[in-house]
């Protein structure tokens, strides 16, 4: 018999974002969404310990209700623990973060939450005009100590929205879409990655394969898909653009990791008023999870440096699904079949 020749034909699938590159700088991401206002975070010169670190951050990095809300002593500015160290495979970079130390924060040894171990603070970024940001771009490197125990998994830094700092973090916390809502990064067992988001999910989106809902906790969203890595700088980069209008599911969610993308998430409700907007960095970094089968078992450290946002009043401009209620698809039963089954129920007792 004559050999055959097979031939195997993979499907190409095109998102609806044009990169920028295969690899792409956070300016340029920002320059292709048109988030034309920008702002970087300043670092002190020299090394500060916990009580001056915490002064500095207070004064210069802009902080909701002008405090730190957890953590003031496990900060720290340092030197730079990885001085010739770059963001594997990014697009450009050099080692050092210029004159200045580094943020270095602290996780004591069997700390699980933000209260024992971790920091925890709200950025207001304010716009000159008095406008409101739709769409943000966070972009920043951070390092893991050499010898970091991942355990079960903890929280990075990440984006909010809403004005008062509490809220749509901690657990126990459903967002509706009106007050608040949270997305940050999130480091998983064995360093896997995802964003890790406090946001609405009408539309059946806890069916979505890359999505992993819990009722009284965030929703992870495409955990796995980018690892993390001890002992060098990494480069993270998160764009939320809101959905608009409210409740139209058009919102979209992106991670670059050095410089690379990784999470794409689209077809999302962030927000279900038009009163809530993207209010700035939500610097928020713990191991957990609420309980000490998350806590590290030694005291470790991450590091930051290079942190800055780039903002534009435009939400998304993606298309979407309206979104679908609980209430909106009961309303869509016909009404009789509503008296048969309330009718049905009286018969049974």
Known sequence: ???????????????SFTPVQAQTMASALASQYGLATSTAF??????????????????????GGGRIQEGANDIAFVQDPFPNSVPIGSSGGTPGNGNSSVLEITYPKGSFSHDTGGAQWYNLWNTSDGSSFNSMLLSYELAFDSSFEWVKGGKLPGLRGGLEGTGCSGGNSTPNGKECFSSRLMWRKDAEGEVYAYIPSPNDLCKDKDVIC?????????????????????????????NDPPNIANGEIQVYYNDRIAVSKQGLQIR????????????????GGSDKSWATPDTTHT????????????????????????ASL???????????FCLSITLLF
């Open 1 to 15: 018999m004559a050999p055959r020749l097979c031939f195997f034909f993979f499907p190409l699938f095109i998102s």
């Open 214 to 242: 819990n009722s009284d906790f965030g929703i992870s969203l495409q955990r796995g898909v980018f690892g993390f890595i001890s002992g060098q700088w990494l480069r993270v980069t998160m764009l939320v653009r809101m």
């Open 272 to 287: 279900s008023v038009d009163t809530l907007h993207v209010n700035g960095l939500f610097f928020s970094t713990f191991f």
């Open 42 to 63: 300043p670092f002190p010169t020299s090394t500060l310990s916990s009580n001056d670190a915490a002064s500095h951050v207070v004064s210069q990095w802009s902080l």
């Open 330 to 340: 009961t309303s869509s039963i016909p009404t009789a079949t509503l008296i048969l």
């Open 303 to 326: 590091y930051y440096r290079n942190i800055a946002l780039w903002g534009s009043s435009a939400p998304s401009n993606l298309t979407g699904d309206p979104v679908r209620s609980a």
